[in-house]
């Protein structure tokens, strides 16, 4: 992650003009701009929170409660991922819960806002419309859930509302309308209803079901579920997003903190900020939108494989989270949001046993059909998922079932990437050489039995580092150890070696090219440094490596070139994803 600056001091003169500079941008529905400014001048956010103020005033006789204005941060939760053109429907906050959204997007950008954007807050106890406003329940990026009472029926509901004044867009209206159209056609057991939609005082709104309970992912926190007690409760949300399905809507971001767990333990799916209609021919759909949440986005969505984008997507995040239901964690939850995404993209979840010895066979197997790579390959409906867990509760046969040698083949080298290409390596090698001690006898290969043993300590310590590498405690130890252990038996090979190596030294350029595949500046540097030390200490072992000597300091030189650029490249993602990361 990028470090920070000291923001600048900046004089009043500048202030008003980065204030006019960013409503300006509001009225452009810039929102690559809008975060820039929040990101580089922090000091803006103090004006704003007054121009919320004064909003407030002017809408209401009632002084706002000032001392809630600063931005909300909730530093539990990864972020919800915006990749458009276009702009997004905007889930908020939810509906039932104390939790404030963890999805705050915003237009034109590939963004995740790093703080929620301010919202007045309303005293308790003010009438709001036909509306007693009771207790606020969470905030997100755009708006406020309060839990309030329906006057006129007696009756209690979660009331969300979309502020109104001049920081509001025309973009921001249209997104809190369409998650509006989406709950509105909605009604289903397990889903929270919409009541009323409408506008009092210039500020939008709409009423749901106030859910008395907490978010499952406020559940999970506490750890794992008992397994029986995950299918049955999953199965019913899988009911539910069926029935999304059968109407021509697409989630798109379903996750524990979405899911509403009343105080019987039934879940009510929430949050259509980011729904899709099949039928919704828009610019913005045309435009490709892609939303989600990291650890429960499929992978067709991370990589912006817009036609495969369909309802299995929505039933990888129900496998997604059943894993978490399980094991007490996403299948896929790295540093950083980028790091997440690429797992999410390249590689295959730990087996939910090896996390959690009590899980059943036949329902990891059903969790792990749902988070098949391969859309085809995972269940055809929500409905084909909810039926398996089903059978699994009444302790019938299942469907899923572990597939050919082929396909675990392929889902290995995916989960463990770095083992598979070591061990393939050393194994080449291993034949290469054995093969050439034997068409040339033993005089051609004096150190054979070194060079085996060399092959040996490779196998065992990349086993060794590909265990701890699982291990969240020492995943960041694991690769540093891993390059460093590289290092040294790729020398210690070359040492062996009774041949010339200029051939061999690409192993070098190699090994800082693969450090740079984790993301990690820090890491290629390291390895960089390494190799250096290590070809040094070949020249030391072996003079002639260095005759004549400028073409090692030529080679030096080179492997110096390419950690920079292979560093440099790094540098350059891990700024791009700054949009993507939540700052302290």
Known sequence: MLGHESPPNLSDEQLCSLLEEYLAAVGQSDGARRIELLDQYPQLLPLLNCLDALQQVADSSIPPDLTRFPAVIDPHHQPTLLQSSQGNPDPGAHPGTG??????????STVVLHRSRSVPAMPPGRQFGKYELLNEMGRGGMGVVYRARQIDLNRIVALKMIRSHQLASDEEVRRFHAEARA??????????????????????????????GSSLAAILADGPLEPETAAVRLAEVARAVHFLHERGILHRDLKPANILMDESGHPFVTDFGL????????????????????SYMSPEQAAGRLALITSRSDIYSLGAILYEMLTGRPPFREASPLDTLVQVIESEPTQPSRLNRAIPLELEWICLKALEKDPAARYGSAAEFAEDLERFCRQEPTTARPSGWYPALRRLTRRMPNLVAHLGVVAAATVIVNLRWWLGGSTDLPNLPAQMSVFAIWTVLCLVWQRLLDDERWTEKARYGWVLTDVVLVTATLWLAHAPRGLLMVTYPMLITGAG?????????????????????????????????????IYCVEVIGIGFMVGYQVQRVRALSRFYERRD
């Open 99 to 108: 939790r404030p959204d963890d999805t705050p997007t915003d237009e034109q």
């Open 183 to 212: 709950a509105a056609s909605l009604r289903h057991p397990h889903i929270v209803a919409l009541y009323d939609v409408g506008e009092v005082e210039g500020q939008q709104y709409f009423t749901m079901d106030c859910i008395t």
């Open 275 to 294: 729904a899709k209609f099949f039928d919704d021919d828009s610019t913005q759909t045309q435009s490709g939108a892609i939303l989600g949440t990291p």
């Open 517 to 553: 595949l984790f993301f990690r500046v820090s890491l290629v540097a390291f390895t960089t440094f390494a190799t250096l030390i290590a070809f040094s200490l070949l020249v030391v072992l072996h003079p002639e490596e260095a005759r004549p000597l400028h073409f090692a300091c």
